[in-house]
C-alpha cells in the first residue's frame, strides 16, 4: 500500500459528537500537488473484516489516470477516499458497539468534516456496501452514481442467512470466531481465488494482530440483522426501500463463487436498481476485490458518468430493463423499419397444413405444421396460466426435438425470454451458464431436471413429460408440457412481444473460457433468419438436416422441414453417414448443415452407406459445415458424398450466426491466388470467404505487443482483430458490462436518443482481408504469440506444419514471458501416439522446416483437447500452461 495516501482525520462521533479518529486512504493530497482539480470523489467503504487496504488497487489506479491526465492535459480525475470503519482497520477502538444506523451516521459526521460536496459515487463491498448504500439514501443531492461489489440489502424470506454467517452467529460462537481467535478474518482471507499471496495476506491482518484489536470484528458479526427484533432491522429495511428510488447510475461487480453474497443478493439488488449496469467476474468470489482486476473497469465505467446520468433520469428506474454495454435497449437502427414478420409467423400462416413441418428420429416422429402450431398456441396459452409472464426467463433443458422448438416457439409467443445452454458445456459450465442467467422457469426433461434439483438451480421447474408424482415431488416440478397444453387448450394469447424486447439468451460453446449469455431481441433474431434465407435460398419447401441446435430451432421460422440426425448432440462426432443418410431421407433434405467435427466421422463412416443412402444424399443442393475451421481436404470428401451439394463453410459465432462465406471452389480459388503472391507477403490462415448479404468488415491492425490498437479499416493485407456490423449481430452480453464494452467498442450511436446508428463487435479472432475483399482467420486474439523477432499468429504456422507426413491436428502455442515469448507445437500424430512426449528428432525437423519459424520444442499428444460442443477448438492458453509447465519440469502428462 502507497503510504502517500494514508491519513489520520479527526470528526465527531456519529451520536456522541464526541471526537473520534479516522484513518484512510486519500489521494485528494496527491492530486493537489499534481496541479488537477477532481471531477467527483469517490467514497469508499470496506466491510467485514478488511478494512481500506482493500481499496489499495483502486486508489493508485485513480492516482496512476490522474498523473497522466496533469501530463496529457485530458481526461477525468477522481478523488478516491477510502475508510477505515471505527473499530475497524487503523480507525479509533472507542469500545462502543456500533449498529448500522450508527455507522451511517459517523460516516455522515466524516464527510462533513471532509467537505464532501459532490458529486460523490459511493463504492461499498460486504457490510461497507449496506453503509455507503445508507449514506447514498441520506445523500441524494451529493450522490451521482453507486459502484457495489459482492454485499446486499435484503434477505429473501424464503432464504437462509448464509452459512458462514449462521456459523459464527451461533451460541458461544461468536466470541471465539471473530475475536478471541483470528478464524473469522483467515476464513475471509481463504475465500481468495486464487488464493492470496502471504503479503497480502498480512497486510489485511496488520490491524488485528491481538483481540483487543478484533472487538469490532465480533460486534460487525453481532450487528447482522437475522430478523424483525434486532436493533438494525428497521435501519436495513429503511436503506433496503431507499435505494429503489436513488435514480443514479449504478454499477455492480460481482464474483458468484461467493458463499456468503451469492447470485442470489445481486438479483434482489438488479431488481431495486433496474438501471445498474453488471459484470459477473465468471471464477471470482467474496474477494472479488483481489480475485480480479476490478479497478480498470470502475474507471471506464465513470467516464460515461454523465451520459448514464442523463439516460436514467430520462427513463426512471421504475421497470426491469435489459441493457446493452451503455444501458441501451433498443434494437439495431433500421431493424425494426425493415421487418418480414415474427419468428412464428410461418407458423400462423401454415396452422392448417398437414404437410410435415419437423421429424424427430428416435424415435420416429412425423410433426405436421397444423399439429406444430396448435401445440405452440396450447403451450403458449398454459404457459401464461402457470405464471409465465413477458420478460420472464425460461432455462430450456431439452434435447432437440419436436418438444424443444414447439416451447421455444410458444415462449417467444408470449413474450417470455428463452435461455438456451446446452448440454455440450458440461455439467461444470451448464450449471455456471443457468445459474448466471437467473431463469424464473425451468423447462426440461429428467436428465437436466434430475440435475437442477441437485445443483438447487433456480426457478419453477416444469417437465417435459407427466412424472410420476413422488418424482415430480422429488424434483420440485410443478407442472408439465401435457398439463400445460390441457390448460391452454382455447389457445388464448396475450399481445406479441415488440420487436425490440429480448427474446433470448444464447450461450457460447465456452471453447475460450466461461460461456458467455448472448442476448438477442426478436428484431435480431428475425434478422438472423432473413440472413440465413437470403444467403442458402432456404424457406417454405426446403429439407433441412440440422446437425447444429440453432439452425434445428429456426427450421420453423424458415419455413423449412427440418430433422436433427440421430446422434448425442454433446458429442458431435458420434453421427455417422448413416444417421446422416437417413436423417435427409426423412424430409427430402436439400440443405444440410453439420460441424467440422460431425462431418469428419459422417465421411470416416462412409463405407455403411447403401444404395438408399446415397440416394438420399444425392438430393442434397447445399451443404454447410461451420463451428471451426473445416480444412479443404475434409470439405471435398463430404462433397463426394453429396455430388450435387455446393459445399459451404459460412464463418459465424454466436454473437452473430451468419458473416462471411466462402464455397469448396472459393478456397481453392483463394489458395491459388495467394500461392502467387510473393514469399512473405500472405500471413496464412483459413479463407473464410466474402461478407455475406449486407455484413461489413473491418479489421484493427496489431501492434508490436499484439494488441489491436489501429482504428479498424478495410485495408488489405494488415493482420489484426476481426471486426463485424451486421443487423442480425446480438444486442449485448448478459450481465457482462466490461466485456460489452471491449465488444461494442466502435459501435457510433446517434446523440439525439441514444439509438445505434451502426452497431460493430470485436469477434476476438485475428486475420486479414486480401485484395479480393475475402476474409483470412488466422487464430484468436488471446492466442497471439509475441516473440523477440515480432508477432506470430498461429493458424498459418500449423497449416503447414500439417502437411508434414503422418501429423494430424497442430496447435501453436507461446511460452514465457510477451514479447520474448518461445514457440512451441503441439501435435497429434497418425496413427495416434500412446502418451504425451517429445516428438523425435526427424519428426521434429520437419516440423521446424515446414513451419520456417524458430520452435523451442516439438510435444507429441495422444489428443489434442477441444471444447465439448465442437469437439474442434483448441484453447492454446491452456496448451501454452501445460507446454510451459511441462518444459519447467513437471510430469509429461496429457494436456
Given at each position: 500500500?502507497?503510504?502517500?495516501?494514508?491519513?489520520?482525520?479527526?470528526?465527531?462521533?456519529?451520536?456522541?459528537?464526541?471526537?473520534?479518529?479516522?484513518?484512510?486512504?486519500?489521494?485528494?493530497?496527491?492530486?493537489?500537488?499534481?496541479?488537477?482539480?477532481?471531477?467527483?470523489?469517490?467514497?469508499?467503504?470496506?466491510?467485514?473484516?478488511?478494512?481500506s487496504y482493500l481499496w489499495r488497487e483502486l486508489v493508485a489506479a485513480a492516482t496512476d489516470a490522474a498523473t497522466t491526465a496533469a501530463e496529457t492535459g485530458s481526461g477525468d480525475v477522481w478523488r478516491v477516499i477510502a475508510v477505515d470503519q471505527l473499530e475497524m482497520g487503523f480507525s479509533e477502538r472507542t469500545g462502543i458497539e456500533r449498529g448500522l444506523e450508527h455507522r451511517i451516521a459517523d460516516l455522515s459526521a466524516l464527510t462533513e468534516t471532509l467537505g464532501l460536496a459532490g458529486p460523490v459515487v459511493t463504492v461499498g463491498h460486504d457490510w461497507g456496501g449496506v453503509v455507503s448504500m445508507g449514506w447514498a439514501v441520506d445523500h441524494p443531492d451529493e450522490l451521482a452514481g453507486v459502484v457495489l461489489l459482492n454485499t446486499a440489502i435484503h434477505q429473501p424470506e424464503d432464504r437462509a442467512i448464509p452459512w458462514p454467517l449462521r456459523l459464527t452467529l451461533q451460541r458461544g460462537m461468536l466470541g471465539r470466531a471473530t475475536v478471541a481467535t483470528p478464524?473469522?478474518?483467515?476464513?475471509?482471507?481463504?475465500?481468495?481465488?486464487?488464493?492470496?499471496?502471504?503479503?497480502?495476506?498480512?497486510?489485511?491482518?496488520?490491524?488485528?494482530?491481538?483481540?483487543?484489536?478484533?472487538?469490532?470484528?465480533?460486534?460487525?458479526?453481532?450487528?447482522?440483522?437475522?430478523?424483525?427484533?434486532?436493533?438494525?432491522?428497521?435501519?436495513?429495511?429503511?436503506?433496503?426501500?431507499?435505494?429503489?428510488?436513488?435514480?443514479?447510475?449504478?454499477?455492480?461487480?460481482?464474483?458468484?463463487?461467493?458463499?456468503?453474497?451469492?447470485?442470489?443478493?445481486?438479483?434482489?439488488?438488479?431488481?431495486?436498481?433496474?438501471?445498474?449496469?453488471?459484470?459477473?467476474?465468471?471464477?471470482?468470489?467474496?474477494?472479488?476485490?483481489?480475485?480480479?482486476?476490478?479497478?480498470?473497469?470502475?474507471?471506464?465505467?465513470?467516464?460515461?458518468?454523465?451520459?448514464?446520468?442523463?439516460?436514467?433520469?430520462?427513463?426512471?428506474?421504475?421497470?426491469?430493463?435489459?441493457?446493452?454495454?451503455?444501458?441501451?435497449?433498443?434494437?439495431?437502427?433500421?431493424?425494426?423499419?425493415?421487418?418480414?414478420?415474427?419468428?412464428?409467423?410461418?407458423?400462423?400462416?401454415?396452422?392448417?397444413?398437414?404437410?410435415?413441418?419437423?421429424?424427430?428420429?428416435k424415435p420416429r416422429r412425423d410433426v405436421s405444421w397444423k399439429l406444430l402450431s396448435t401445440r405452440v398456441r396450447q403451450l403458449a396459452a398454459g404457459l401464461v396460466r402457470a405464471g409465465v409472464k413477458p420478460g420472464d426467463r425460461v432455462s430450456l433443458l431439452v434435447p432437440p426435438s419436436a418438444d424443444l422448438t414447439a416451447v421455444l416457439y410458444a415462449c417467444l409467443r408470449i413474450g417470455a425470454i428463452v435461455v438456451v445452454a446446452d448440454a455440450g458445456l458440461g455439467l461444470p459450465g451448464l450449471t455456471r451458464a443457468v445459474r448466471g442467467a437467473r431463469p424464473d422457469h425451468v423447462i426440461g426433461a429428467l436428465p437436466g431436471l434430475s440435475v437442477a434439483r441437485a445443483f438447487s438451480w433456480p426457478g419453477q421447474k416444469i417437465s417435459t413429460t407427466t412424472l410420476p408424482r413422488a418424482t415430480a415431488l422429488a424434483l420440485g416440478v410443478r407442472h408439465s408440457l401435457p398439463e400445460l397444453a390441457r390448460l391452454g387448450a382455447d389457445e388464448s394469447?396475450?399481445?406479441?412481444?415488440?420487436?425490440?424486447?429480448?427474446?433470448?439468451?444464447?450461450?457460447?460453446?465456452?471453447?475460450?473460457?466461461?460461456?458467455?449469455?448472448?442476448?438477442?431481441?426478436?428484431?435480431?433474431?428475425?434478422?438472423?433468419?432473413?440472413?440465413?434465407?437470403?444467403?442458402?435460398?432456404?424457406?417454405?419447401?426446403?429439407?433441412?438436416?440440422?446437425?447444429?441446435?440453432?439452425?434445428?430451432?429456426?427450421?420453423?421460422?424458415?419455413?423449412?422441414?427440418?430433422?436433427?440426425?440421430?446422434?448425442?448432440?454433446?458429442?458431435?462426432?458420434?453421427?455417422?453417414?448413416?444417421?446422416?443418410?437417413?436423417?435427409?431421407?426423412?424430409?427430402?433434405?436439400?440443405?444440410?448443415?453439420?460441424?467440422?467435427?460431425?462431418?469428419?466421422?459422417?465421411?470416416?463412416?462412409?463405407?455403411?452407406?447403401?444404395?438408399?443412402?446415397?440416394?438420399?444424399?444425392?438430393?442434397?443442393?447445399?451443404?454447410?459445415?461451420?463451428?471451426?475451421?473445416?480444412?479443404?481436404?475434409?470439405?471435398?470428401?463430404?462433397?463426394?458424398?453429396?455430388?450435387?451439394?455446393?459445399?459451404?463453410?459460412?464463418?459465424?459465432?454466436?454473437?452473430?450466426?451468419?458473416?462471411?462465406?466462402?464455397?469448396?471452389?472459393?478456397?481453392?480459388?483463394?489458395?491459388?491466388?495467394?500461392?502467387?503472391?510473393?514469399?512473405?507477403?500472405?500471413?496464412?490462415?483459413?479463407?473464410?470467404?466474402?461478407?455475406?448479404?449486407?455484413?461489413?468488415?473491418?479489421?484493427?491492425?496489431?501492434?508490436?505487443?499484439?494488441?489491436?490498437?489501429?482504428?479498424?479499416?478495410?485495408?488489405?493485407?494488415?493482420?489484426?482483430?476481426?471486426?463485424?456490423?451486421?443487423?442480425?449481430?446480438?444486442?449485448?452480453?448478459?450481465?457482462?458490462?466490461?466485456?460489452?464494452?471491449?465488444?461494442?467498442?466502435?459501435?457510433?450511436?446517434?446523440?439525439?436518443?441514444?439509438?445505434?446508428?451502426?452497431?460493430?463487435?470485436?469477434?476476438?479472432?485475428?486475420?486479414?482481408?486480401?485484395?479480393?475483399?475475402?476474409?483470412?482467420?488466422?487464430?484468436?486474439?488471446?492466442?497471439?504469440?509475441?516473440?523477440?523477432?515480432?508477432?506470430?499468429?498461429?493458424?498459418?504456422?500449423?497449416?503447414?506444419?500439417?502437411?508434414?507426413?503422418?501429423?494430424?491436428?497442430?496447435?501453436?502455442?507461446?511460452?514465457?514471458?510477451?514479447?520474448?515469448?518461445?514457440?512451441?507445437?503441439?501435435?497429434?500424430?497418425?496413427?495416434?501416439?500412446?502418451?504425451?512426449?517429445?516428438?523425435?528428432?526427424?519428426?521434429?525437423?520437419?516440423?521446424?522446416?515446414?513451419?520456417?519459424?524458430?520452435?523451442?520444442?516439438?510435444?507429441?499428444?495422444?489428443?489434442?483437447?477441444?471444447?465439448?460442443?465442437?469437439?474442434?477448438?483448441?484453447?492454446?492458453?491452456?496448451?501454452?500452461?501445460?507446454?510451459?509447465?511441462?518444459?519447467?519440469?513437471?510430469?509429461?502428462?496429457?494436456?
Amino acid at each position: 500500500m502507497d503510504a502517500r495516501f494514508s491519513r489520520l482525520v479527526e470528526a465527531a462521533d456519529g451520536d456522541s459528537g464526541h471526537p473520534v479518529t479516522w484513518h484512510l486512504l486519500d489521494n485528494g493530497p496527491v492530486l493537489d500537488q499534481l496541479g488537477v482539480t477532481p471531477v467527483g470523489t469517490m467514497l469508499c467503504v470496506h466491510g467485514n473484516p478488511t478494512w481500506s487496504y482493500l481499496w489499495r488497487e483502486l486508489v493508485a489506479a485513480a492516482t496512476d489516470a490522474a498523473t497522466t491526465a496533469a501530463e496529457t492535459g485530458s481526461g477525468d480525475v477522481w478523488r478516491v477516499i477510502a475508510v477505515d470503519q471505527l473499530e475497524m482497520g487503523f480507525s479509533e477502538r472507542t469500545g462502543i458497539e456500533r449498529g448500522l444506523e450508527h455507522r451511517i451516521a459517523d460516516l455522515s459526521a466524516l464527510t462533513e468534516t471532509l467537505g464532501l460536496a459532490g458529486p460523490v459515487v459511493t463504492v461499498g463491498h460486504d457490510w461497507g456496501g449496506v453503509v455507503s448504500m445508507g449514506w447514498a439514501v441520506d445523500h441524494p443531492d451529493e450522490l451521482a452514481g453507486v459502484v457495489l461489489l459482492n454485499t446486499a440489502i435484503h434477505q429473501p424470506e424464503d432464504r437462509a442467512i448464509p452459512w458462514p454467517l449462521r456459523l459464527t452467529l451461533q451460541r458461544g460462537m461468536l466470541g471465539r470466531a471473530t475475536v478471541a481467535t483470528p478464524a473469522f478474518l483467515e476464513t475471509t482471507l481463504a475465500l481468495a481465488h486464487p488464493s492470496l499471496e502471504s503479503d497480502v495476506k498480512n497486510g489485511y491482518r496488520s490491524p488485528y494482530r491481538s483481540a483487543d484489536r478484533r472487538g469490532g470484528i465480533g460486534a460487525f458479526v453481532a450487528d447482522i440483522p437475522v430478523d424483525e427484533r434486532h436493533r438494525s432491522w428497521n435501519e436495513l429495511e429503511r436503506i433496503a426501500a431507499g435505494v429503489r428510488e436513488l435514480g443514479v447510475p449504478s454499477l455492480m461487480l460481482w464474483g458468484p463463487r461467493d458463499p456468503i453474497f451469492s447470485d442470489t443478493y445481486l438479483d434482489d439488488l438488479a431488481e431495486r436498481m433496474p438501471q445498474a449496469d453488471i459484470h459477473r467476474f465468471e471464477g471470482a468470489g467474496h474477494m472479488i476485490a483481489e480475485d480480479v482486476e476490478y479497478a480498470p473497469v470502475v474507471l471506464d465505467w465513470l467516464g460515461g458518468l454523465d451520459q448514464r446520468a442523463g439516460r436514467v433520469a430520462a427513463r426512471g428506474t421504475s421497470r426491469r430493463i435489459e441493457t446493452t454495454s451503455d444501458g441501451l435497449d433498443t434494437a439495431a437502427g433500421g431493424l425494426l423499419d425493415q421487418r418480414k414478420g415474427p419468428l412464428w409467423s410461418v407458423l400462423d400462416e401454415r396452422r392448417d397444413s398437414t404437410d410435415i413441418a419437423l421429424v424427430d428420429m428416435k424415435p420416429r416422429r412425423d410433426v405436421s405444421w397444423k399439429l406444430l402450431s396448435t401445440r405452440v398456441r396450447q403451450l403458449a396459452a398454459g404457459l401464461v396460466r402457470a405464471g409465465v409472464k413477458p420478460g420472464d426467463r425460461v432455462s430450456l433443458l431439452v434435447p432437440p426435438s419436436a418438444d424443444l422448438t414447439a416451447v421455444l416457439y410458444a415462449c417467444l409467443r408470449i413474450g417470455a425470454i428463452v435461455v438456451v445452454a446446452d448440454a455440450g458445456l458440461g455439467l461444470p459450465g451448464l450449471t455456471r451458464a443457468v445459474r448466471g442467467a437467473r431463469p424464473d422457469h425451468v423447462i426440461g426433461a429428467l436428465p437436466g431436471l434430475s440435475v437442477a434439483r441437485a445443483f438447487s438451480w433456480p426457478g419453477q421447474k416444469i417437465s417435459t413429460t407427466t412424472l410420476p408424482r413422488a418424482t415430480a415431488l422429488a424434483l420440485g416440478v410443478r407442472h408439465s408440457l401435457p398439463e400445460l397444453a390441457r390448460l391452454g387448450a382455447d389457445e388464448s394469447l396475450p399481445e406479441p412481444p415488440a420487436a425490440s424486447a429480448v427474446a433470448a439468451v444464447l450461450f457460447t460453446s465456452g471453447s475460450t473460457g466461461p460461456a458467455k449469455g448472448v442476448i438477442y431481441t426478436h428484431a435480431q433474431l428475425e434478422a438472423v433468419r432473413d440472413a440465413l434465407s437470403s444467403q442458402y435460398d432456404i424457406g417454405v419447401g426446403t429439407g433441412l438436416v440440422a446437425g447444429f441446435a440453432p439452425f434445428a430451432l429456426l427450421g420453423p421460422a424458415l419455413g423449412a422441414r427440418s430433422v436433427t440426425p440421430d446422434m448425442n448432440v454433446t458429442s458431435p462426432r458420434t453421427l455417422t453417414a448413416k444417421a446422416t443418410a437417413e436423417a435427409a431421407a426423412a424430409v427430402d433434405a436439400t440443405v444440410v448443415f453439420l460441424s467440422p467435427a460431425a462431418l469428419a466421422n459422417v465421411v470416416a463412416t462412409a463405407d455403411a452407406l447403401g444404395a438408399a443412402d446415397t440416394a438420399a444424399l444425392a438430393g442434397v443442393k447445399t451443404f454447410l459445415s461451420a463451428g471451426a475451421p473445416v480444412p479443404e481436404t475434409l470439405l471435398a470428401a463430404a462433397g463426394r458424398l453429396m455430388p450435387n451439394a455446393t459445399p459451404h463453410t459460412p464463418y459465424g459465432m454466436t454473437e452473430g450466426l451468419l458473416m462471411t462465406d466462402v464455397t469448396l471452389e472459393g478456397i481453392r480459388a483463394a489458395a491459388q491466388d495467394a500461392a502467387a503472391l510473393p514469399a512473405g507477403e500472405h500471413a496464412g490462415g483459413v479463407c473464410v470467404g466474402a461478407p455475406a448479404g449486407s455484413v461489413r468488415v473491418r479489421i484493427a491492425g496489431l501492434d508490436e505487443h499484439g494488441q489491436p490498437t489501429a482504428e479498424p479499416s478495410d485495408r488489405t493485407g494488415v493482420t489484426g482483430e476481426i471486426v463485424l456490423s451486421a443487423p442480425h449481430l446480438k444486442q449485448s452480453y448478459d450481465r457482462l458490462w466490461a466485456t460489452n464494452r471491449i465488444a461494442d467498442a466502435d459501435s457510433v450511436w446517434a446523440d439525439s436518443d441514444g439509438t445505434p446508428t451502426e452497431r460493430w463487435h470485436r469477434t476476438g479472432d485475428v486475420g486479414h482481408l486480401d485484395a479480393q475483399g475475402r476474409l483470412w482467420v488466422e487464430g484468436r486474439l488471446p492466442h497471439v504469440v509475441v516473440t523477440a523477432g515480432g508477432v506470430v499468429t498461429p493458424v498459418g504456422p500449423e497449416q503447414k506444419i500439417e502437411s508434414v507426413l503422418g501429423v494430424g491436428r497442430v496447435a501453436l502455442a507461446g511460452i514465457g514471458p510477451r514479447g520474448t515469448q518461445q514457440l512451441v507445437v503441439v501435435l497429434e500424430t497418425d496413427p495416434p501416439a500412446h502418451r504425451a512426449a517429445l516428438a523425435d528428432s526427424d519428426l521434429g525437423a520437419a516440423v521446424r522446416h515446414a513451419a520456417g519459424l524458430d520452435i523451442a520444442a516439438v510435444l507429441v499428444v495422444p489428443a489434442l483437447p477441444t471444447d465439448i460442443r465442437h469437439n474442434s477448438k483448441i484453447d492454446r492458453s491452456a496448451l501454452s500452461r501445460w507446454a510451459e509447465g511441462v518444459l519447467s519440469g513437471e510430469k509429461l502428462s496429457a494436456p
